[in-house]
């Protein structure tokens, strides 16, 4: 039941999830998850997300980004917020300065 309702996530990731690819990555996950939403890099180092689908597949999501060899994700904090019942694609945004 859970999957049939749109959750959205807000997620910080943090470690080294910067110059690696994370956001093309991320993109990648999500659109084979049939996830929408958009990811981008803080100035900080961190890199923000919002991901909305079911919760197992936000779930699969996050897990698989963690997986990936290239990307070290030390903590990543996860927030619900309210779905964008507009939102149909996933997509790459610029740094936020």
Same mark, same amino acid.
């Given at each position: 039941?859970?999957?049939?309702?749109?959750?959205?996530?807000?997620? !910080?990731?943090? &470690?080294? @999830?910067?110059?690696?690819?994370?956001?093309?990555?991320?993109? #990648?996950?999500?659109?084979? =998850?049939? /996830?929408?939403?958009?990811?981008?890099? !803080?100035?900080? &180092?961190? @890199?923000?997300?919002?991901?909305?689908?079911?919760?197992?597949? #936000?779930?699969?999501?996050? =897990?698989? /980004?963690?997986?990936?060899?290239?990307?070290?994700?030390?903590?990543?904090?996860?927030?619900?917020?309210?779905?964008?019942?507009?939102?149909?694609?996933?997509?790459?945004?610029?740094?936020?300065?």
């Amino acid at each position: 039941m859970e999957d049939r309702v749109p959750t959205r996530w807000h997620i !910080l990731f943090e &470690g080294d @999830v910067q110059f690696v690819g994370f956001r093309y990555t991320a993109r #990648l996950i999500a659109r084979k =998850l049939a /996830l929408s939403g958009w990811v981008r890099n !803080l100035e900080d &180092g961190r @890199v923000e997300a919002e991901v909305q689908g079911g919760v197992t597949d #936000l779930r699969r999501f996050v =897990l698989q /980004l963690k997986s990936q060899p290239h990307i070290r994700i030390t903590h990543c904090t996860i927030t619900v917020i309210e779905p964008d019942p507009g939102e149909r694609r996933f997509s790459v945004r610029d740094t936020v300065e």
